[in-house]
């Protein structure tokens, strides 16, 4: 059978973390979100907002990341992290929604923006734009929320950097289970069911 297109790029997409610092324009970021805004949403109302870091920005998202560490942890990373988040990284961006209480409102909600963050990558990908996606301790301090304008009442879904890549610094694939193997599959109906 054929790879077609989109499957060649879910299979050959990786995690970028190490980036180039060749420029990558604003417009280039919005063209992206554009088309990654199409995921599947489960409510009426899209549950995202988006906080981008460009440019001379992207020294408020290193401080505030900063502001999250120990005393020691800003002494030994600092000067690494500026260079990364500052020069390398050329975008730092947020997704953000709304931390609804109702569970069903709330698992939907991430849902669709791991869907639109998985669109970004692929399409980030497709022109040669690495992206990694951070959860880190970072996302959950309510300093670093503040720091970077995350709204009283909203949750950071992930953060991702963009920027450009030298093709030599791209990971190899890790293995992945075939699906096969994590498959139960009913093709009878009612109580006499098989499972295979």
Not at 68 to 87: A, I, M
Not at 112 to 119: E, K, P
Request: net charge negative; with cysteine; hydrophobic share 40%.
């Amino acid at each position: 059978m054929e790879t077609s297109v989109v499957e060649k790029l879910i299979r050959e997409r990786r995690t970028i973390r190490q980036f180039n610092g060749k420029p990558l324009a604003k417009e280039t970021i919005m063209h992206l979100l554009e088309a990654a805004v199409w995921a599947p949403v489960h409510s009426r109302k899209e549950p995202w907002r988006f906080i981008l870091f460009v440019e001379e920005g992207r020294k408020q998202f290193a401080d505030a990341v900063l502001h999250t560490f120990s005393k020691d942890e800003r002494e030994r990373w600092t000067e690494k992290l500026q260079k990364d988040y500052c020069e390398s990284i050329q975008a730092h961006l947020l997704v953000v929604i709304e931390a609804d209480p109702r569970q069903r409102v709330w698992e939907d909600a991430v849902g669709a923006s791991a869907a639109l963050i998985q669109n970004i990558q692929l399409l980030a990908w497709e022109q040669d734009i690495g992206v990694v996606w951070k959860t880190n301790e970072y996302n959950f301090d309510p300093d670093f929320y503040f720091k970077t304008g995350v709204r009283p009442g909203e949750r950071i879904i992930g953060t991702l950097h963009l920027g450009y890549f030298d093709q030599d610094k791209i990971p190899k694939p890790r293995p992945r289970t075939p699906a096969e193997e994590l498959l139960t599959c009913v093709s009878v109906a009612g109580e006499d069911a098989q499972q295979h």
